[in-house]
């Protein structure tokens, strides 16, 4: 076991990847063999994790980011549907164009990501306040401004705007998933190789020593807040294109999802420590829970109370590797 | 106990109306004219049917408008012949169809599910109920249909939560041959090929006999009043279109009611609502129809929007567009007190919609002066039927399935009766 | 001194990878004083530990009243009247003085807690300890000294038979020290047992009977103070001997330019009107007791802590001093100014992160391009200053947490090194470090000095003062008192600097 | 420091003048609202909230928090009425039912977060799935009206004398909530309970050094937070005519709102009863008011999220010049 771990290979991927990329197979194979016509079925059920991998793993993405600085954001699913609300609501009733309509809903996220991390950063809200405030604001800013109408983006039908479906799949291969692991490899360098990613870990894990080094603790803790607010515009984006339509009102149930699969993916809820190969695999595992459980005939509920409870093993399980490192 | 009951009646009078559809059958698939859009207006269930329809104190019989009157005929005439398509309906295979409600929110589901079971049970095919946790999860209800395509089976029952996000996995039904059965609600641009019958309700259609009678209660009231009176109408939501269509179906019915005695009336509140209703005057006017919309579909809200409209001095009549909304009224009624059927006395006339023993009480006391609902259980039943019959290779027509006025007086009627669920 | 009242035999205690207590022996008479010493990491604290029942012993035998006892927690010790005071203050600072004083056996009528009578108890507690603290006030608004005296009347208001006082006088002024003395005195008189764990060795002659050393988790062996010299036990503690010659002159020369001036500088109230200057080459050092102010001005200096007034001047690039604005640790890098904190895992080091991260941190934009960065540069340059620094370590991957304290302190050190900063300031460069790392980082100071780099050090530790620096400055109560150069200062006239505010 | 000065200086005191502020603006503007029905309906909305406040401000004092409140309450409302209704069992076994079921969520909680030593978001994230699982386990609940065999229990918050238009109703559970109020503030601060909560949210280390069994009293914190979750389940289902499924997210944040705005400590150490009851009549007088002077429902949101701001900055605000002088 031990010279396992100190295997160079598994040491650059982390022990503890491996063995959720290992849970990750194994679920796979289980529901092949356990659910009838799951594996018949081919790449059919993969295709369908795929649409909630998209818009899940750009949230989780960006709230890892958050949580390395030793933060939190719940409002990420609320923000997620008012950026679809207002770039659809611009998009059928101001007849803008679709692009436009994009970058608005992308701006909407970033700017929440600024409000969240100047008011954390600068104003020393708790980050957990914070958010439950501009999960409200989020909310009911995109219900005023559409009317409470919810809105529907352009299917693939749509003679004018239809392109805007090979955003995640052209003709059965699966761009998204191309565009979601450019993302996680862009995320991925920002995290390990920039001055920004460094910074941000550094002061999760110590940020008074990170300000007595000389770094603008503030600026960098509010880039966190920034990036997680621009992966959440563009998940929103992804949202629509796998599900065409958001109503206001909702989106909570997106934040648990998404910090679920960042937490289980490794990053430590105390800062400091974060995966984003781990948060990619921990997404992956909540869809294609979330898929299986579905082929199995079962319910959203059971599939929240199995996700409820990998979260908590996850977790103590970090929590006890911590403690006996110390 | 009392479900029991229910299901007694409910099955006994399937029966009868298999019976009856048996006796008669010759009419077979005929006229194109049972389009789903002008034949929900039904006078009658199959189960009517086949006892009477003069009883019932059914949609059209209170409708004033005189074409009204003949496209509800002629949808009757549809219903019936819908129904005889299933009739000595037998499943070659014993299939298994996944079932997609909304959700399990209301009782509504229940009812529906009861439905099916019964349906299943003649049959002796098997169903899957799914569902999101809530009405407003799309996303979840698509991911149910995507993981239910996947599975490829012999024919799906969808009562989608947004008719325009399960397009894309419709036009994958119809390409992979799965044949889709809506019911509750209807999917108005489905591609071609995918959905094979629709089993719901005219929901517009529906909202206007809610205006219909509750105009007859309040027509002296508005005729001999001396300054505005105000009618109210809450709306879980504005972004379903069942709902959409239910709330506008009363607005238009009744601003076009008000209109033809005289007076003038406007729409404020909600601006979905405000801006689709049509013909509605602008400014100081006799008659206000205020819509109300929650921030999200619970009752407490719901009801916290009909307490609003309901301490309005100047309020003659309320209508909540769904049994959520119902129960919303009626829980803002708890401390006001103010709902009744004696307008005479001052009392707001409260108008409900769908059933559940909440809604079914404040109906026998007289609290809510009626509602109309729609039958969840036949449009379970039908769609298993429709599935069935589609999974065997069969051409299927739209079954419209009847919104029903009940009131006190009728509640216990055998026709509305089964309808009622609890 | 009287009957022997604890007798702790053989404990063993293992820690995953450390054997932190080795088959240590320890013996306690009534009415004595005895000290426990030892280095940093030596185990005392451990094997108090395992005596108060907070660590489970994985062998031996305590025996408490001639019974073998074994406490599964604080509560049974203190219940059989063995009662501690932490080195950390473990105070509830949102509750009041005798909430927190009877926390954990509060006097109960029925349900509810009789906050009069803990009130009362706590008065007559103070009365009997001659101290002036007001029992209603919230424990949060005390003085670090005043929480301390607290912390002890709660041990003693406990019907107690030892306490054991670990490192009380750290955080204590002189004057302090003396009233903690005479309580100590008179508890006893009272025929108690003690128990006192200090570094400082002055205290050890003063207060304690029998002094018994650790080292490395092992018992060496215990003395009778007034029968052994200072250098017996250092002996003891060290294994060898500690080289500690004052310096007699300055290194530094005496036409050396100024680098840093700064004038009336204030900021709340542990700084008021400080000025000084620092020369090129310099090492000044900054004395005075705890609480004086000197961590307070560093890091006001520094830009750590806002500042009411105050002008700084350091020297530019042209060798003419420039004013400068610093409003936060950005400006004071920027301007060539580097803290190292004395509390380094709070306030220098980013444990988690490896030798690498934490020792560009502050001057990550020298080893990126654009935004990315130069993974291969920073990791030759920090292994370049660890070869110079001799930090012991595999690699320069190691996580900063695996390190020892010394070590630690030069990974701070390359920290700053990295960033080329000509004014370092040292905060207590050796608290926490064992003796042997101490010397090393002595010499690295000195090559630094001789090198160009100025140094501020704050120290507490006399001996530390007067063998590194080139000139004293002395602060008592937030004020400046005086300014001494190496050839004149003595132990004593320092210490009257440092006290002349009192009283 | 002059009395004055000391009072403006309690956020309690603010919260008041906002509670009564609003209450003025909302009589001014609205003269439905003057009406003795209006009172009562917010009233009556208030009391879960008002039930989970008082549960949920003791994690909060605790540094912690407990997200599970919100889907929790659902879940047992839900899981009550259904054996209520479909399994006949009387009234008063379902309440005892949410109550115990809100107790061992909480037993959960605490376990989860005092022994095992999770952070209390992420642990309570993990419990609210949960519970909004097996909550969407149970189909649409009508627990029994007023009229129906089994209604007594909407007596508890609400006493309604004779019937229909005439019928006098009297909002005792506002009574309830006061004397709860006065228990536990007097839990809160004159009880061994009420003292660790405090001393674990301001140190937890030094309380357990104390040699105070900081593990059973950190578990207590969030099973007294559970038990009141089962209570606030209680209210819920006398208000809500169907409990449903799939509901419950975001209540908590009503709840945990309100006691912030009452002034509860966001770093722990710092709590009372009295600004929670204050503050959550805030934000349901936010909550229910607001349509009462013509605005949407959903400016409730955003000003519900702009009041919890505002009163978190003052406090920050406040602290920052207390650090200054």
Sequence with gaps: ?326 | MKRRVVATLMSAAMVAALLAGCGSSSASSSTSAASSSSSAASTSSSAAASTSSSSTEAVASTSTASETASSSSSAAQSSDDATKQFDGLKAKEAYNFPMLVKSFQSTYWDAAQQGMKKAVDELGVTYDCQGPNSESDIADQVNMLNSAISSKPVGIGLAACDTTSVLDALKTCASEGIPVVAFDTGVADAPDGSIVCTVATDNAQAGSVAADNMYDAIKDEIKNADGQVRIGEVNQDATALNIQQRGLGFINEMIKLIKADGKTVSVEGNEFYVNNAEGADTGDTDVVIEVAVPAQTTVELCSTEAQTILSKEDTIAIFGSNQTAAEGVLAADANLSVLGSDVSNGDVIGVGFDAGSTIKAAVQSGQLYGAVTQSPLMMGYYAIYALTAAANGQELQDVPTAGYWYNADNIDDPEIAPNLYD | MGEVILTMKGIDKSFPGVHALDHVDLEVRAGEVHALMGENGAGKSTLMKVLTGIYKKDSGTITYFGKEVEFHNTREAQDAGVVIVHQELNMVGDLTVAQNIFIGREPKKGIRIDDKKMIEDSKKLFERLKIDINPREKMKNLTVGKQQMCEIAKAISHDCKLIIFDEPSAALTEKEIDDLFKIIRDLRAQNMGIIYISHRMDEIKVITDRVTVMRDGGYVGTLITKDSTKEDIINMMVGRVIYEDPKTHSMCPPDAPVVLKVEHLNAGHMVQDVSFELHKGEILGFSGLMGAGRTETARAIFGADPKQSGKISIMGKDGQLHEVTINNPQDAVKAGIGYLSEDRRRFGVVVQKSIIENSTLACLDDFANGPFINKAKEKKETERLIKELATKTPSADQLVMNLSGGNQQKVVIAKWLIRNSDILIFDEPTRGIDVGAKNEIYKLMNKLASEGKSIIMISSEMTEILRMSDRIVVMCEGKKTGEIRIEEATQENIMDKATRNIN | MTKKKSLLNDQRFIALIIAILLMVIYFVFSKEFRKYSSILSMLDFSYYDMLMGFGVTFPLITAGVDLSIGTGMVCYALVGGTLVRNNNIPVAVAMLICILMGVAIGLLNGILIGVMGLAPFIATLSTCMITRGIGSMCNATPWPTLQQPGGWFHSIFKLTFGSGRGAFKFPIGFFLMLVLMCVMEFVLNHTKFGRYTIAIGSNREATALSGINVKFYHVMVYVVCGFFTGLAAIAYAAVTPTVQPGTGAGLEMDAIGGVFVGGVSATGGYGSIIGTFIGVMIICLLKTGLPYIGLQANWQQIITGVVLIVAVLIDIIKKRRAAAV
């Design chain 1, 1 to 326: 076991m031990e010279k396992i771990k100190q295997n160079p290979i598994v040491k650059k991927i982390g022990f503890n990847r491996i063995i959720l990329i290992c849970v990750l197979i194994l679920m796979y194979v289980a529901f092949c063999v356990g659910i009838k016509g799951f594996a018949a079925a081919g790449t059919k059920h993969l295709l369908n994790t795929m649409n909630y991998v998209y818009f899940l793993g750009f949230l989780s993405l960006g709230v890892t980011f958050v949580i390395a600085t030793g933060g939190i954001d719940f409002s990420i699913g609320p923000v997620m549907f008012c950026c679809a609300l207002v770039g659809g609501y611009c998009l059928n009733s101001y007849k803008m164009p679709l692009v436009a309509d994009i970058i608005i809903a992308i701006v909407i996220g970033l700017v929440f990501g600024i409000f969240n991390g100047y008011m954390v950063a600068y104003q020393k809200v708790p980050a957990f306040i914070i958010s439950m405030a501009s999960m409200n604001i989020a909310k009911g800013a995109a219900a005023v401004f559409t009317k409470t109408q919810s809105q529907s983006w352009p299917l693939s039908t749509d003679p004018v705007n239809g392109w805007f479906r090979n955003i995640i799949s052209v003709n059965g291969f699966p761009v998204g998933l191309v565009i979601f692991a450019i993302a996680a490899v862009i995320c991925g360098i920002i995290l390990y190789n920039t001055k920004m990613g460094r910074y941000i870990l550094c002061l999760g894990s110590n940020r008074e020593a990170v300000r007595l080094s000389g770094v603008n603790t503030k600026k960098w803790e509010m880039s966190a807040y920034v990036m997680c607010g621009l992966l959440t515009g563009i998940a929103a984006i992804f949202f629509v294109a796998a599900y065409t339509t958001v109503q206001p009102g909702y989106g909570d149930q997106y934040n648990n999802e998404a910090i679920a699969g960042c937490v289980m993916g490794g990053t430590s809820m105390v800062g400091g420590l974060a995966s984003i190969l781990g948060t990619v695999i921990g997404v992956f595992i909540i869809s294609l829970l979330q898929e299986g459980i579905l082929a199995l005939g079962l319910g959203k509920d059971i599939q929240l109370i199995v996700t409820g409870i990998i979260v908590i093993v996850a977790v103590y399980a970090d929590v006890t590797a911590r403690r006996r490192k110390n």
